[in-house]
């Protein structure tokens, strides 16, 4: 069973921060962040591995991090210096382990994100 709730979006203004929460049914070893802004396709956005590895697309590295809480089974995002090119509903999902892809095919809610 999978369920994946995301929380923590919120509207900012450029430059602000904010973390993102995703709190899942179960332990998934691989899980990544993903976002879809207005008018566009969804996007990966950062990956974590089952070693603390890392992927970020291109244009949030150095502003964004994630990181997983193992024993609590959530997955965190933390956004810095945000622009408004960041407003998207961000969306958590369990990826297969070392790629983008992912391991079900399952969509929470999500959360949005304004930057103004």
């Known amino acids: 069973h999978v369920q994946l709730v995301e929380s923590g979006g919120g509207s900012v203004r450029a430059g602000g921060s904010l973390t993102l929460y995703c709190a899942a049914s179960?332990?998934?070893?691989?899980m990544g962040w993903f976002r879809q802004g207005p008018g566009k396709e969804r996007e990966g956005v950062a990956t974590?591995?089952?070693?603390?590895?890392?992927t970020y697309r291109d244009s949030v590295e150095g502003r964004f991090t994630i990181s997983k809480d193992n024993a609590k089974n959530t997955l965190l995002l933390q956004m810095n210096s945000l622009s408004p090119e960041d407003t998207a509903m961000y969306y958590c999902?369990?990826?297969?382990?070392?790629?983008?892809?992912?391991?079900?095919?399952?969509w929470g809610q999500g959360t949005q994100v304004t930057v103004s």
């Open positions: 999902a369990a990826v297969l382990c070392g790629s983008w892809a992912l391991a079900y095919n399952y």
């Open positions: 974590i591995d089952r070693d603390g590895g890392t």
């Open positions: 179960r332990f998934f070893p691989c």
